[in-house]
């Protein structure tokens, strides 16, 4: 099937969006410089409207058709990962007791880092059981601004 494109920019690096009628299949960070699309699909201006909200602070909860792709579990997990609330964390820990499984934390995690709707699907929200930030696909640094963004309590400058 023909899947659309786009790249945009946002607070964090270019960031790419692939998906059809069906529903969004991925949203990545790059590492790299690219063209912005001049012409967004019309399938993909939700999900472009929705982030840019969400980067300016106004949306807090996404309402997107998501369409990842990816194994059962894989998929059970990123299910769970999108009741974790806006300016909330988890850690993996507690995600695999809700999964049904304390056993599995490794294959939570490991999912967990296979998400590939960034963003959207909060992996970002799921942290150690100390309050480590811990891996992050996007990296640590990008993690950390997502949970400061997200957070009730905003750090201001005193300057």
Not at 54 to 69: C, H, M, S, T
Not at 113 to 120: C, H, T, V
Request: net charge negative; with cysteine; charged share 25%.
């Amino acid at each position: 099937r023909l899947m659309e494109t786009c790249i945009i920019n946002s607070p964090l690096g270019f960031t790419k969006i692939t998906g059809d009628d069906d529903g969004i299949v991925s949203v990545t960070v790059l590492n790299s410089e690219e063209k912005i699309t001049d012409i967004i699909p019309l399938e993909l201006e939700d999900c472009v409207f929705q982030l840019q909200e969400y980067f300016d602070g106004k949306r807090e909860v996404f309402d997107l058709k998501l369409n990842p792709e990816g194994t059962d579990f894989q998929k059970k997990v990123w299910n769970e990962l999108l009741e974790i609330p806006f300016g909330k964390t988890i850690a993996y820990l507690e995600l695999s007791k809700k999964l049904g499984d304390i056993k599995a934390i490794r294959a939570v995690a490991n999912a967990n880092g296979k998400n590939p709707i960034w963003i959207i699907i909060p992996c970002h929200r799921v942290i150690g059981s100390d309050g480590s930030l811990t891996g992050y696909a996007g990296g640590l640094s990008r993690k950390q601004w997502l949970l400061e963004h997200e957070s009730p309590y905003k750090q201001s400058s005193l300057f």
